[in-house]
């Protein structure tokens, strides 16, 4: 058999006809030897290589360059749909290139320019997603369905916009990467509670739900103020009873502030005698009174006397708790209606328990109370040593002419020897026994008649 030499073969090969063992060999080419051999080699290796470079642009998977551009261009609205219409820095770039669109160009070089392009559109319309979605998580809708499908929705028309529009011309859809957040939080916080009171609006209304209303219930319970305490209660009685008490205190103190006015002191006598407390009570809405005074007369009469020799005895007619003879040293003799101290006498002011010309000082400090106030003088001027100090304090708005009571004094058997007219509250006088009363007990002496100190009510 005649063999074909392996040339043939691999010329038969290069060139796409198939194996030569599939073919009726020719017989000329049995008889190719030495240099044709060698030329028609060259000849087979240069139709191979053109082959070959017509060969490359149509890939084995693909049937004609055709055929690849209108896949291209069915697949390029699939990729554009994920994004929105480029920014104008690419609809730019695309303009020059439509412009620089040369008649000599290659056609491979427009696609590679266009896949470029493509790609750059690509990377600009994801930024631009990216930036919008991040804008629609800030936002934080209530529903996120309708959000998402809006996003989708946005984004198909706005690549439909663009690729109907010219594209010279900027998309107002398109926004800049570098814009910056305008909604401070305040505001965002406010968004979000207007979002809920529209949801809210139309929600149609539900039925109260009894378990979560049970659930509720403590916390309602809690709003409602708390009943008070019974400590607090308790603590409310007991001020409302002091103070009841403390008026009832006054009402009493004023009474008997007026029957001791407004009778002998006789009748006074009596008045305690059959209700010790009401000394008592007497004596301290007196005291809570006389406080009230920038200055007490006590003191005043206690300052003078601390300045007198101490061997002086005194006789405090109307002494009270003897804050008289707690302030100084002389001997005191103290005698009140009712005792509220070990060394108080108890007695009757018109006829105390002394002798004749005993004492050297006789203090009525505001005492002269009641109606008979001539026999309390009188009892003064009996048991005072003749050239005797009568000192007399009493309140400045009992006296309707003071001339007048000095001479009534006068005329009881004493001397004034001063007067003290500056204090708003009292005065004060000082008086010497010059001998007995000079006028007899049937005389009347009008100036002695002082008004009666009574407290109003408060």
Not at 109 to 116: D, I, L, N, Q, Y
Not at 178 to 187: D, G, N, V, Y
Request: glycine share 6%; net charge positive.
């Amino acid at each position: 058999m005649f063999e074909e030499p392996e040339w043939a073969e691999e010329a038969s090969l290069a060139a796409g006809l198939g194996p030569v063992a599939s073919r009726p060999r020719p017989a000329a080419a049995c008889q190719v030897k030495g240099s044709k051999r060698r030329q028609l080699l060259a000849t087979l290796r240069a139709l191979q290589a053109a082959s070959l470079s017509q060969q490359l642009p149509s890939l084995p998977g693909s049937d004609s360059e055709e055929e690849e551009v209108v896949e291209r261009k069915k697949k390029r609205p699939k990729k554009a749909s994920l994004a929105s219409v480029p920014t104008k820095a690419e609809q730019k770039r695309k303009k020059q290139h439509q412009k620089q669109g040369l008649p000599g160009s290659d056609s491979e070089e427009k696609e590679v320019k266009k896949k470029k392009c493509q790609k750059r559109a690509l990377e600009g319309d994801s930024a631009a997603e990216d930036k919008r979605k991040g804008k629609c998580r800030k936002q934080a809708p209530s529903n996120p369905a309708q959000h998402l499908d809006g996003v989708d929705q946005t984004g198909a028309t706005a690549w439909k916009s663009g690729a109907t529009d010219d594209p010279s011309k900027p998309s107002p859809v398109t926004t800049s990467p570098h814009t910056p957040h305008a909604l401070s939080r305040k505001q965002w916080r406010n968004r979000q509670k207007n979002k809920r009171r529209h949801k809210n609006k139309f929600r149609p209304p539900q039925p109260p739900d009894p378990a979560k209303a049970t659930a509720t219930a403590p916390t309602e319970e809690t709003e409602v103020p708390p009943a008070p305490s019974q400590d607090n209660h308790e603590a409310r009685a007991g001020a409302l009873r002091a103070r009841m008490a403390q008026r009832l205190d006054g009402a009493r103190f004023r009474y008997l502030n007026e029957q001791l006015y407004s009778g002998p002191s006789s009748a006074a006598q009596r008045l305690f005698q059959e209700d010790p407390e009401a000394f008592l009570l007497y004596h301290r809405g007196f005291q809570s009174q006389v406080k009230k005074w920038p200055l007490q007369p006590v003191d005043r009469i206690a300052r003078d006397l601390r300045q007198r020799p101490a061997s002086l005895v005194v006789a405090d007619f109307g002494c009270g708790d003897c804050r008289l003879a707690s302030s100084i040293r002389n001997q005191v003799h103290c005698f009140d209606l009712a005792s509220v101290d070990p060394r108080v006498t108890v007695c009757d002011m018109a006829q105390v328990p002394l002798e004749d010309e005993s004492i050297d000082v006789a203090v009525f400090c505001l005492s002269l109370m009641g109606t008979n106030i001539r026999d309390f003088l009188e009892e003064a001027n009996r048991v005072l040593k003749p050239g005797g100090l009568l000192k007399v304090a009493e309140v400045s708005s009992r006296f309707e002419d003071v001339r007048a009571f000095l001479g009534a004094v006068t005329k009881l058997g004493f001397k004034i020897i001063s007067k003290d007219l500056s204090n708003s509250h009292f005065f004060l006088f000082d008086f010497e026994k010059t001998g007995p009363p000079r006028v007899g007990p049937k005389a009347q002496l009008l100036g002695l008649k002082l008004q009666p100190c009574l407290y109003k009510r408060r």
